[in-house]
């Protein structure tokens, strides 16, 4: 991801173009990060004349729920034995 907006540098603040915190929208967003790179402060509609800026939306980190669990729970159950040519994954589907 180059050239997608700042590079972190730790033990900064920054101010937020605009994002979104659990009480919705908010604007001029001052983030404070530590020297181990976390979040020590979250202030909205703050002044960041000594922050690096950072445009554009900033969300939170989503979690990738993504999952194949049900293939291990259907192995086995979809599977029927033939006599000629046995399973693959054709038969599998």
Do not use: C
Not at 18 to 32: E, F, I, S, T, Y
Not at 77 to 91: A, I, K, M, Q, V
Request: a negative charge; aromatic letters at 8%.
């Amino acid at each position: 991801m180059t050239g997608q907006g700042p590079r972190y540098e730790p033990m900064n603040d920054y101010l937020l173009e605009r994002a979104l915190l659990p009480d919705g929208w908010a604007g001029k967003v001052r983030v404070a990060v530590d020297g181990s790179g976390a979040i020590t402060s979250v202030e909205p509609d703050a002044d960041g004349a000594d922050a690096v800026p950072v445009g554009g939306i900033v969300l939170p980190g989503l979690p990738n729920l993504h999952s194949h669990a049900f293939q291990r729970a259907a192995a086995g159950l979809t599977e029927r034995r033939h006599t000629e040519g046995g399973d693959s994954f054709w038969t599998w589907r």
